[in-house]
């Protein structure tokens, strides 16, 4: 199987992506390892996505961007994000994909205001606006003639010419991705698809932690198999945590409150009901997201509490709170809580990472025709701290970017004969068995690779995570290859490229806080 471009992952990264090349002729495979064409971080995203306010400016973002990151961004990134990205949003979200966004009742539209930006910028449908914007690149992506879907398909490894040539002379040469090995869940097959340019658009790693926004899918795939491959990966131990997912004793119900609650007045409180952000931050609950998150957790280190409270029915009516936020609204009343009369239990929750796949401004890694794009890439504009709502609007900017290069740079192609897929297909371990190791992975990664973090603590989890790795390499040559053993698999490499970055790095900035001091 061939295309001319191959793309994993559906989220707004990689569909955009294949959108933008197959509208110009490039032949796409853009494969999903779910089922269905929701299971994406994209479709989970409630506050909105940045554009250009009233009285905004691109020096305004831009600023905002590095301040949120304490000045660790890449600047090159976060000013041609701060440029480009909201003409895109125009030219992409609303003409092209038309993504109905709330106005108010005089056709204008309606900016949320999150942590960390200086002024109201966030468009948004209702608290929902990334399932929108995913159902609409779902009705795009499946009528498009040159873009073939594949869902059920998971990659396993990247073609990769110096490891998998049968022509030893390939080893000897620049390495270059050739497309993926690809796992068919439903014909019980490997089979690889060669392109001449392959995309990852994976997304990210929350799924290695105990208390997580995004979807059990989130396993780091991308990030092991680019580790794999070779690629570059930098600032892997800026996880960013969302400081309010709401509380439930069963982590997996756990569910992401919109920093635009926040925005639009809601107020963290203790068990007393006293505020306590004002302790912690000048901008007290707008504060940047690891501000707000570390004050969190260090309330909770204090009062023994399981968790604060998120006060919204204090600040406003009834009537608004379910207009504003009818998708946190219907969701909490699944749970018996009713935000329009009791504050919400909150805690934070790991959300976004900062790091991964190091590429240029277009998207490049450091191997040849490999692109990355999305949570899965790391462009620096993020830097140790990512501004509210600017997921979104990077994964635009650099998959129009991505989709530009690829179409610029169509060089010639040929590849070696490849060597087959030895691994044998089979049934995967007892679900006791895949559960307990990956709880084994949350627990650790949570209690030592979490908010704040010891030298002591993060030696004690690589120790866990290199003894697990061996656990997984032991079950996967018994039961072979399966979704189950390579999404562990996955989850224990992901959880050790953090650990080992975080015990690389003493310094503290944004995410990444050490609390024992600074060696030398």
């Not at 059920?152 to 073609?159: D, P, Q, R």
């Not at 990956?438 to 949570?446: A, E, H």
């Not at 224990?492 to 650990?499: F, N």
Request: charged share 25%; glycine share 10%; net charge neutral.
């Amino acid at each position: 199987m061939d295309c001319d471009v191959l793309v994993v992952g559906n989220g707004i990264a990689g569909s955009v992506t294949a959108l933008l090349l197959a509208e110009q002729g490039f032949r796409v495979i853009l494969l999903t390892k779910g089922e269905t064409l929701e299971e994406t971080n994209t479709a989970k995203a409630q506050g909105g996505i940045v554009f250009r306010g009233p009285g905004d400016s691109p020096t305004k973002l831009y600023e905002d961007i590095m301040r949120a990151s304490s000045g660790s961004s890449a600047k090159h990134s976060a000013l041609l994000v701060a440029r480009l990205g909201p003409i895109l949003v125009k030219k992409i979200l609303f003409e092209y994909l038309n993504v109905p966004f709330d106005r108010d009742g005089e056709g204008n539209l309606d900016f949320f205001r999150e942590g960390a930006h200086s002024l109201r910028r966030i468009l948004h449908v209702k608290d929902y606006t990334g399932r929108i914007i995913q159902e609409m690149l779902n009705q795009k992506v499946s009528a498009h003639p040159l873009v073939e879907l594949k869902s059920g398909f998971m990659s396993l490894e990247l073609i990769i010419s110096s490891f998998y040539a049968q022509d030893h002379a390939w080893r000897y040469k620049p390495r270059e991705c050739w497309g993926a090995y690809v796992f068919d869940r439903k014909k019980r097959e490997i089979i690889p698809i060669f392109a001449r340019n392959t995309v990852l658009a994976t997304g990210g790693l929350n799924a290695i932690y105990e208390y997580s926004s995004g979807g059990p899918w989130n396993t780091g795939d991308g990030l092991a198999m680019a580790a794999r491959a070779g690629a570059h990966l930098v600032n892997m131990e800026y996880v960013q945590f969302h400081p309010t997912l709401f509380y439930s004793t069963h982590p997996s119900d756990s569910f992401l409150i919109s920093e635009a609650v926040r925005g639009e007045g809601a107020e963290l409180i203790d068990h007393q009901g006293r505020p306590f952000m004002h302790k912690y931050h000048p901008l007290g609950d707008l504060a940047p997201r690891d501000i707000v998150a570390r004050a969190i957790f260090r309330e909770l280190q204090s009062t023994r509490e399981k968790c604060v409270y998120l006060d919204l029915c204090g600040r406003l009516s009834p009537e608004k709170i379910k207009a504003t936020f009818p998708g946190i609204y219907e969701e909490l009343l699944r749970h018996n809580l009713d935000i329009t009369k009791d504050p919400i239990p909150v805690v934070p929750g790991a959300h976004f990472l900062c790091g991964g796949i190091l590429t240029d401004s277009w998207g490049r890694t450091n191997l040849g025709r490999l692109y990355a794009v999305g949570e899965v890439a790391c462009t620096g504009l993020h830097g140790a701290n990512r501004l509210a709502s600017t997921s979104l609007l990077e994964a635009l900017t650099f998959s129009y970017r991505v989709a530009h290069r690829i179409a610029k740079s169509q060089d010639g192609f040929s590849c070696s004969s490849i060597l087959p897929w030895e691994e044998k297909i089979g049934d995967p371990p007892p679900v006791s068995v895949i559960e307990g190791l990956k709880d084994m992975v949350k627990g650790n990664t949570w209690k030592y690779v979490g908010l704040i973090r010891h030298r002591q603590g993060l030696s004690h989890a690589r120790e866990v995570f290199l003894q697990l790795y061996k656990e997984v390499v032991t079950l996967r040559d018994r039961h072979g290859i399966s979704k189950e053993i390579l999404e562990l698999t996955n989850m224990v490499e992901s959880a050790l490229l953090v650990t080992e970055s975080a015990l690389r790095n003493s310094r503290s900035c944004g995410t990444h806080f050490r609390a024992d001091p600074p060696e030398g």
